[in-house]
């Protein structure tokens, strides 16, 4: 792995390939709007599923889950209402979730949060 961005593509393609494995339908992936990006909507059922993912090669600055900040949530957030507005979804049922994909480990480890935060922060 060469830098950051390949990292983070890679830990994105390993995240939707999870997701897949469980059933996820993968709708979106890098969906970018004025507000940001976010990595992967998805559907689960009848919920839609914002995903936040991060890659990390071990764990010296935290974990790959612990820097979602309230700041990157409350981005995720933005975004994910631009993708509503622009599908005309409104305030259809959604969660935002995190994946962890930490390459200090062969195969990567995967970690996964449901609900990890809400759209009020």
Request: aromatic content about 6%; overall charge positive; hydrophobic content about 40%.
């Given at each position: 792995?060469?830098?950051?961005?390949?990292?983070?593509?890679?830990?994105?393609?390993?995240?939707?390939?999870?997701?897949?494995?469980?059933?996820?339908?993968?709708?979106?992936?890098?969906?970018?709007?004025?507000?940001?990006?976010?990595?992967?909507?998805?559907?689960?059922?009848?919920?839609?599923?914002?995903?936040?993912?991060?890659?990390?090669?071990?764990?010296?600055?935290?974990?790959?889950?612990?820097?979602?900040?309230?700041?990157?949530?409350?981005?995720?957030?933005?975004?994910?209402?631009?993708?509503l507005a622009q599908?005309?979804?409104?305030?259809?049922?959604?969660?935002?979730?995190?994946?962890?994909?930490?390459?200090?480990?062969?195969?990567?480890?995967?970690?996964?949060?449901?609900?990890?935060?809400?759209?009020?922060?």
């Amino acid at each position: 792995m060469d830098g950051r961005g390949e990292l983070g593509q890679r830990g994105e393609a390993i995240a939707e390939a999870f997701l897949r494995a469980l059933r996820y339908r993968v709708l979106a992936r890098n969906f970018r709007c004025r507000a940001g990006e976010i990595d992967i909507v998805a559907q689960e059922g009848n919920q839609l599923v914002f995903v936040e993912v991060r890659s990390r090669r071990g764990q010296r600055q935290g974990t790959a889950l612990e820097s979602v900040t309230p700041r990157k949530q409350a981005q995720v957030v933005r975004v994910a209402r631009h993708f509503l507005a622009q599908r005309g979804l409104g305030e259809c049922d959604s969660r935002f979730d995190v994946i962890g994909v930490d390459f200090a480990v062969d195969p990567p480890d995967v970690a996964h949060v449901q609900h990890a935060f809400d759209a009020g922060g």
